[in-house]
């Protein structure tokens, strides 16, 4: 009964130009779902690597099978088929806890799909500020920080008082009782009094890396 | 037809003990009904300060007529009718910025009249964490410390993993927006990574203040 | 009783340097304290525009008074003292109605403050959808996107599908009943399908501004 | 204990008659539970079909051992027993996302029992806006649409700036974070824009196809 | 700075046609841009009826001076300017109580300048059944209900278990304390036993009216 | 447009018959309309004591000036017209704090135009539970308890583990910041360890005295 | 480490006399201790019926084994050791939906263990009226009704308004979407215009059955 | 790609100094993390103890097996490698029920790992006033007192009431429905009437356990 988009009249390129390709999300999808959109994309796009978020371990298991050369990230939930493309800018991508380091390594993956290197920091949060201070230079240099946090969800409005770069901030689901499921960190991030944050919802790693991959190629673009 | 509570036959000083006097909230009180309140507390005990709270502008005016030597803080709100204690101990009250003051105030004479001494430490936010970092010696050296902050209430955490001393966390209401009138500044602080944080209610200065005093109640009885 | 932050010992330039003045946030503090504010920023940093925000009208009129120069902007609620820089790279500023006007206008401002110059193109919501299909040129052309929509928030999410640019997103408290004072609008903007969207407070057009005019300035920087 | 309600003296068909027969929700049933009352209902109403929703494996299994002929949407979860009506009317169901499916076939389903036809147009989010363009003649035709749409949920609010057939819109429960279980899309269609919305419960397919059969019903007896 | 949307290039026809006029929505409007809308929209299109909803004394008071022959509802909040069409198709408008009034007559009025007649059944909330249960005849014969309750809302499901009438629910702001400002009655409403509701913002009744003027059209048009 | 109830054609006494009047519920009408009710009432009542509740200054102001012989109470806001019947059984009505006041004294009046005799117990909150231990074989002897409180509604919980009578719990809006406007004492109310407490909706002392009052008219009438 | 509370000096008789035995509430512990309770309770009290609810599976399995003559409830998950006292005074306990059986049997239960009769008369709702309506002979005859809803929880309103008898609302769980868990109920039983209704905790039984049998028995010991 | 915190440059005795060792929170961690965990930090600080929490089965036994010596607490989830050290003051920890042990004993464990001296006070709740009455003697020797409590928390507000002690509170998860995973009690406490209590995120034994070990450690230090 479903019919298919088929019959487009209007100007496509007009109205969805972008210029990124789709990701599958694969959180509510079947693994055999996941393999077949990341075939469909990846034989229309043979020169772009393709990427699929949040694959559980029958999906990753199934994708291995099908995808042998395919670069697959047991902690981060990522599957990617094909090359990568050449790095322009860079992203650093940075995280309060271990236990934040999921995320984080959606974000990483993510944002070498979209064309930019990452360097990930771990493990940097305020409770022991000496960790974090010990890291500014490499901050600094970024094009886009990704910050990753969970609990209290403090570490971005610390660093973004710390460097100018663009902070994108995520709050993780990390945490129990009042943490809310990633709420407080959220509602934290978004009431950071230094200026120069901005937030995506909760253990999105992958949209964080998105915004700060955009803004890494344009720095890239105008160089 | 209200009953006054007159017929108690229970040992009382068995079921309340605490040994602190009462304190008006003058809040929901009209400035007639403080002023009876803090006459009728200063009557029966005249050796000891009393003291009122969130005293309006009205309120405060009527108490100025009626006690003219009583202590009135007018960024605070508070009253005090009577010689304070000699301060035993120490706190430190710090606030994250300048529009936390009142809160951090009321604190400040709240822990005068509960008998210890208080050093108020202003405009310590995190956004510029060299300001928090120069008071670190004035901060160990207090037996509690009282810690104030709105919008994102991120002082406290930051603060409990630089010093070892017991931190009362006080959120205000300062803010806008996802800043919930405080709700997130307290969430904030209920998740606070650093362990050594207990918090109070969204403008509750009295409340926190009450805490710290009895601390360094206790360390100044031990010693 | 409160100590000035005068003590530090600290490297400050290590533990703080984003590079930006500081900014006057008026809506907690009285017109004098806001003017006296400016006055202090504005000696510090005589080459330099400083900036006021959330100003009302009593702030607005005093600023007049002791600033002639000062360019004021009614609706936004901005009050700049001093020269605005050279723009270097360009924001755009969008609204989806014309309620948003005031926190968008903020947004501009402070673009250019920050450095960068700015385009406001207003009334674009996506209930006709025609309006923000005919901008798409402009819009493809910034550097960095702030985009400000109250009721239902679904103008970003719309937009981030049409364009490749970085876009910041502005939930407005413009609504009503279960628009929740903005919350509504937050919720659409952080769950919205299409990526490279990041959000920052509601009405927060000053945050969104720098977050945006940094990435302008890095794209500058690199060209 | 438990008494049938048998002894009803009042005037039935005045207290109760909107003309539909009761429906079988599954959720908090047994599966012997569900056929016990799609067999009470069929055999008093031998000649229309009977609905049940939200079946799961285990009833739609019981039901298609006690009713082969049965049709049984395993994406959808409904079991209908007995021949469907000839369809009078038409309405489109219009989902945002393929993870928004089984809600839009509990609609479809329920649409046909209620006795008009349906017509599923899927996956046209906002995110790739020619999707929806594509299909606005098929809209337009409809006596009544019921839009499904999770995560951000603002398909219903676009789609409604450019038809004028009214609109139901279902929140679904699909995203994650600040999806809050479907809370995001309900409170993004409550406060679209456009108006001729109106929403149903969250992942309530079924009740939102009730709403537009009965107008597509209305519309059909007038005709 | 503000570019007006002149350069619209794509077919607006297709991308906008609902074939309703733009309304005003005076609530954040002042006065002078309130009549400046209703003048704009009513010279361009001469033929029909122009309406503001949300207008407050002040606003009633301008567009009375402008428009002396405007047809203005003190209760409801509403100013029409221009002849109501001919009204085809009927709604009926209920209250569950006399609060409710001003949302209901915004309905009422809002129902006519969409082209269909409305009939308004005043204070017939379940807390007294006969009263509603006297208005059955009324309800039943009408093209849609649009149903207005604040507190618990209760009303709308009763009604749909008695009528096969589309009901549109509007929760109201009535009530106190866990009335949360009309969120009890959303929430009775979403969940209403009875198939058939569907809801829409909290005291919009405008929005209600524009979805059950648009059924009685269709079914008008069919016959 | 609006129509009388006027057609019930309905056994009005099988669907309406709890026994009592109806009562005026000031708060969201003029003092016109509520002087209008009570005097319609009460003519066609001439026997009854006939209530309005929540006459806020003016309300109050207009009914002394229509009813000289009413019972008006100023601090609970009630107006009295007509005698009180002779009071059947006892209730008490126990309030936390003298903030609680105005409700309780709305649940006293409003028991006595329900028919029983009301004694009141003030400020008795768990802070001093020897007040509260003083009045246990008052407490007692009543055939309904009314607990009053705000802030953390902690009085009921205690009380019904020391007596048997039901206690029908108020929360009120006494408190600040976490106090959510009742909210938090209503959750405390409801999750009660003692059992025997239910719970009203936040400062309606009214619908807790005809919780109340009808358990003592019951006891009474079996007497 | 735990101390038993051995040495209690003051009159427990004074502290603690509501007349009830304690209960066993089982879904926090394991089915041993469940035993160990009821065993202990049952020999301290060899007189009286001892109750343990929300008893599940493994819970009801141990009892049978260790108490063969344990009347046990597998739908309401209830445990009675010991005789049932005589009933004195009768309650009625009604359901909105056959899903609400599980909460209304556990009320019933409980009734009977607190020694008054309980009438159980399910499945009147609101959806159907003349359901609820032919019921009201039984229910005016009750002293008090325990009316149990999940979804919109409408009919404890409803009932209010035809019957004089006291009702203790009791909202359920059951439900999905923006139900909330009972939240959706629980605020309309709070809401309900009909005065005379008061709420306990979600899925509450036992504690709704407690607050009618005191008024059960009241009414029984006066008569 | 995770690089080590490793070139700390700054001071870390200025910035991270509070005097504790480092905790494990095993929740987030596989069971072989925690133990690599405990085992780093136990052969950095050979002499002191080490402390993991919310260990579940599986870690646990892992623990066991990989330090047969450790002191295991099955009820609280706690391993402890190491000799505690000789405790200096006493706190003692108090419950309401049975069902909030667990809390409880990672709190006792917590304490005397930071170095001081825990009673515990098991199952005083409000409900039977009389057993908090009795052990009054113990709470008012302690240096500072935990109050554990679920569903209405308010135990801590009355024990404040009765004695002078500071009271950190920690709310349970313990409860149903609206006891909404802890939030009750939570707002209970932080809503308390009498003054000196100060609350923790929900079920953050360890965390209350740190705070007052510091106090009765500052206690000691002083005597």
């Known amino acids: 009964m479903t019919r298919p988009a088929s019959e487009i009249r209007l100007d496509t390129d007009r109205l969805r130009r972008p ?16 393999v077949a959109s990341l075939r469909g994309l990846s034989r229309s796009h043979a020169d772009r690597a393709v990427l699929a978020t949040r694959c559980d ?23 990617v088929v094909g090359s990568l493309p050449d ?7 940075v995280t309060a806890g271990t ?9 990483v993956v993510t944002a070498q799909v979209y064309g930019c290197g990452a360097v990930l920091v771990a493990d940097v949060g305020v409770a022991g500020l ?37 902070v994108i ?26 200026p120069g944050i901005s937030v995506v919802n909760i253990d999105n790693g992958f949209g964080a890396a998105v915004c700060a991959a955009r803004i890494a190629r344009r720095v890239a673009a105008a160089s």
Chains 1, 2, 3, 4, 5, 6, 7, 8 share one sequence.
């Open 99 to 107: 236990s934040d380091l999921p995320v984080a390594r959606e974000a």
């Open 169 to 194: 901030a995520v709050p993780t689901s990390v945490g129990y009782g009042t943490g809310l499921g990633g709420i407080a960190a959220l509602l934290t991030m978004l009431n950071a009094c230094a």
């Open 57 to 79: 371990d029958a999906t990753r298991k199934e994708c291995r099978r099908h995808f042998p050369a395919a670069a697959i990230d047991d902690i981060g939930g990522t599957v």
């Open 130 to 166: 000496h960790r974090l201070v010990g890291e500014l230079d490499t901050l600094t240099a970024a094009d886009a920080i990704v910050a990753v946090a969970g609990t209290d969800g403090a570490l971005p409005g610390v660093l973004a008082g710390l460097v100018g770069v663009p």
């Open 87 to 93: 790095p322009r800018g860079t992203i650093a991508v």
């Open 19 to 34: 210029g990124d390709l789709e990701d599958v999300l694969a959180s509510h999808k079947t693994p055999e779902q996941t």
